[in-house]
């Protein structure tokens, strides 16, 4: 069996008197590609907004590669990369800007450490060249001029560039066309082939049956399934989803 | 296709590539605000009496306003970046000046004049570094917006200075304060201009050159996303207010060497004049946007109107009307095109 990257385990929290999450157990190994889905509201933005380290937990711990990870300096540090559902880009800085933002690469000594602004745009261009991606050829361009598209893949590469154990990825897909859909979902193979564990958020359910190891169902704030793709259609898991209601 | 045709073929896209450049330097703001500013210098040179806009009293004269109002202009233009203002600068600049003159005063008779200078100047600097800090605590760790915060330090700062000093300004600073520093010239270009330019100049290696530029454009386009990829946004907040006060204490240092006085009534509206100049330069209130070469040429086109509008002799209310119509004619100008290009 190979190594555990992500280790959930008693995750609790509340928010007031509602209960988000409830005692989560969870693990994803090395190159596993893990899909969380559950109804509005089951818990699943929580769970993964606790795995990134944007969000504490009342109760339990995440553990990524045998490290406790309980911030956005420890998700940072242990090489956890996010594709947030707003993607967190910044519109007037450029592309290489965002790809590399709070990564950039410098030289020099200190106190004169600056900015190696042509290696982080050659780097850019490859990462996103790397995606196949031939749209977004200028890495100067500022992300405002961007289409909604455009700027997802982009925040799908700066993730991959920078995971190196785990990749979280909330609706990866949720504004892309079927072409860049299939770039999206050849990238999370790549990242899975090269061992790094994924685990992915998404209302998309016929691409998720096609891509993910395994099916991992929320529904109140606990994990009340943990499916095998394999021989499942997709009312079989909207009747999971949903339950009797 | 002959080497004749070839050639003619070519020549349009020559001469479209040679306009598509000079549209693209037309279209900077703070080369717009340069012509601009040639043709008001123009219009005052013709009307002045003896042609007394251009003479070097008063270029010097308009260099030396120009010091201070850079200062805060930089500090705003970068605050602005980060999506904070600041409103406090000129309170700042005041008490500044007040506690700076009040140790250069009170160290005169125990220490060597270019010490109590030094002193003074460090001084003022680090009064305005202490405010900075208070006004980067409420914004970062309170969690108060930055306009208010900066409301209320405008007017602590005021009342501080005016309890400290008992409404009256400040006389008996070494007269070197002056010979020394702030009436010293290279030709035209006084002293405390050069220092002006020089900082500013290390701010914006600093701001181009490192992450902290980056860092600090990605707070002002998405504050949330900043701190996400895991930049130190709260280090951040207390760099930028810091530095905008240290710079507002900087102006106060240069206001004593200027009049060998404090003007405890007279700054109060310095921080509009820095917000001004930043704005008609080109960098956003809303932040991820700056332009320091705006910022200054923005702060010198504040100066040249109230300069040129006391040398024609018009009525000094027409000086507020004038920058006030150049700030929405600028922004106004900056929203449309912007809104052109689908904006940001």
Known sequence: MSQEVLTISGLGKNFGAVTALRDVNLTVHEGEIVALLGDNGAGKSTLMNIICGSNSADTGEVLVNGESLSSLSDAKKLGVGVVYQDLALSPQLTLAENLFLGNEAKRGFFPFRFLDRPRMQRESKEAIEKLGISTLRDVRLPVASLSGGQRQVLAVARAMKWAKNLILLDEPTAALGPKQVEIVLDSIRKASDHGIGVVLVSHDIPSVLKLADRIVILRHGTIVADLSPEGLSVSDVVTVMVGDE | ?344
């Open chain 2, 1 to 344: 296709m002959s080497a004749s045709e070839l050639k003619f073929a070519q020549a349009p896209t020559s001469s479209s590539a040679l306009w598509h450049k000079v549209l693209k330097v037309l279209s900077n703001r703070a080369v717009q605000i340069i012509l601009v500013e040639i043709v008001v210098i123009a219009i005052f040179q013709a009307l002045s009496p003896n042609g007394a806009f251009l003479s070097e009293a008063n270029i010097r004269g308009m260099l030396l306003t120009a010091s201070q109002v850079l200062l805060l202009a930089t500090g705003q233009a970068v605050l602005m970046s980060a999506g904070h203002i600041d409103i406090s600068q000129g309170a700042v600049l005041i008490f500044s000046s007040v506690i700076a003159g009040n140790v250069m005063i009170a160290a005169q008779d125990s220490m060597s004049l270019p010490a109590v200078l030094v002193l003074g100047a460090v001084v003022a600097i680090l009064s305005g570094v202490f405010l900075g800090a208070i006004n980067a605590f409420m914004v970062g760790v309170v969690g108060i917006n930055s306009l208010v915060t900066t409301l209320g330090m405008l007017s602590l700062a005021t009342g501080a200075s005016q309890v400290i000093t008992g409404g009256v300004n400040l006389f008996g600073m070494p007269r070197e304060l002056i010979s020394g520093f702030g009436a010293v010239k290279f030709g035209a270009l006084p002293l405390p201009m050069l220092v002006s330019l020089l900082i500013i100049a290390v701010i914006w290696v600093f701001y181009r050159y490192t992450g902290w530029g980056t860092h600090t454009l990605a707070m002002g386009s998405n504050f949330l996303a900043a701190r996400r990829v895991g930049i130190k946004t709260l280090l951040i907040t207390f760099g930028i207010f810091i530095l905008s006060s240290a710079l507002a204490g900087a102006a106060g240092y240069i206001d004593l060497a200027r009049y060998s006085t404090t003007n405890i009534s007279g700054h109060l509206n310095d921080s509009m004049a820095g917000i001004a100049a930043a704005l008609i330069g080109g960098t956003a209130l809303t932040g991820g946007r700056i332009s320091f070469l705006g910022a200054i040429v923005g702060s010198f086109l504040a100066i040249i109107l109230q300069s040129g509008l006391v040398i024609i002799n018009l009525s000094p209310f027409y000086q507020t009307i004038a920058v006030g119509a150049m700030l929405l004619i600028a922004v106004s100008l900056d929203r449309s095109s912007r809104n052109r290009k689908g904006g940001d």
